[in-house]
T-cell receptor
Framework: GEDVEQSLFLSVREGDSSVINCTYT??????LYWYKQEPGAGLQLLTY?????DMKQDQRLTVLLNKKDKHLSLRIADTQTGDSAIYFC???????????FGQGTELSVKP | ETGVTQSPTHLIKTRGQQVTLRCSSQ?????VSWYQQALGQGPQFIFQ???????GRGNFPPRFSGLQFPNYSSELNVNALELDDSALYLC????????????FGPGTRLTVL
C-alpha cells in the first residue's frame, strides 16, 4: 500500500543541525523527494534521491536512504531561521508521476 | 520565465455548489497535476493531464473533474461541494524530460460552508 509517515514537529536552535525523518511502505517507489512549504507559498522541491542510492549531498542538505528499513532522512546543516517551514517527504514510482506525500514536519528554528 | 499561477487565491462556496479552479502552467510545460491539501495534511493526488488527456487519477470521486487546454493551462471542477472539500488546491506543471520535476503554484484556498 501507499503510506508515508513523518513526525509532526521539530524544534532546533539556529546553527544546529536538523534531522527530519520519514518512513514509507511501498518498496517499488523509485524516486524519493523532499519538499519545503512556507506560509502562503506552493511546494518547493529541495532535493531528491533515486532508490538505488544511499546518500546524496547538496550544499547544506544531506539525504540518507535506508531502503531495507524504508527510511528516508533529511539533514540540514547550520540551520537558519529562514529554514523554518513545513517539510514534506514524497515518493513516486516514475518520473513526473503522482507524488505520494507524508503529512509534513513543521520545523521551528529558534534564534 | 513565468512560474505556475493559480486563480482565484481564495474562494468561499456553500455546500452543493460547483466550483472551477484555474491553473496556468510554467512556460513550455505540457503536464499538469492537481493535488488537494487539507489543513495539517500532506497533498493528495487528484489527477494528472498530459497533452489534454487524463493521465492518472487518485482516489477522488467523479464529481472532481478536469480539463487541459491546448495552451496547457488547466481547470479543476468540483460539483456538489461537500464540507470536506475545504482545502488548499495545488496545481503543478512539468515537462516530460529529465527529472520531470513538478513545479507547484501557490494554491487556491477553498472554503465550503
Amino acid at each position: 500500500g501507499e503510506d508515508v509517515e513523518q513526525s509532526l514537529f521539530l524544534s532546533v536552535r539556529e546553527g544546529d543541525s536538523s534531522v527530519i525523518n520519514c518512513t514509507y511502505t511501498d518498496s517499488s517507489s523509485t524516486y524519493l523527494y523532499w519538499y519545503k512549504q512556507e506560509p502562503g507559498a506552493g511546494l518547493q522541491l529541495l532535493t531528491y534521491i533515486f532508490s538505488n542510492m544511499d546518500m546524496k549531498q547538496d550544499q547544506r542538505l544531506t539525504v540518507l536512504l535506508n531502503k531495507k528499513d524504508k527510511h528516508l532522512s533529511l539533514r540540514i546543516a547550520d540551520t537558519q531561521t529562514g529554514d523554518s517551514a513545513i517539510y514534506f517527504c514524497a515518493e513516486s514510482y516514475n518520473q513526473g508521476g503522482k507524488l505520494i506525500f507524508g503529512q509534513g514536519t513543521e520545523l521551528s528554528v529558534k534564534p | 520565465e513565468t512560474g505556475v499561477t493559480q486563480s482565484p487565491t481564495h474562494l468561499i462556496k456553500t455546500r452543493g455548489q460547483q466550483v472551477t479552479l484555474r491553473c496556468s502552467s510554467q512556460s513550455g510545460h505540457n503536464t499538469v497535476s492537481w493535488y488537494q491539501q487539507a489543513l495539517g495534511q500532506g497533498p493528495q493526488f487528484i489527477f494528472q493531464y498530459y497533452r489534454e488527456e487524463e493521465n492518472g487519477r487518485g482516489n477522488f470521486p467523479p464529481r472532481f473533474s478536469g480539463l487541459q487546454f491546448p495552451n496547457y493551462s488547466s481547470e479543476l471542477n468540483v460539483n456538489a461541494l461537500e464540507l470536506d472539500d475545504s482545502a488548499l488546491y495545488l496545481c503543478a506543471s512539468s515537462l516530460r524530460t529529465g527529472l520531470n520535476e513538478q513545479f507547484f503554484g501557490p494554491g487556491t484556498r477553498l472554503t465550503v460552508l
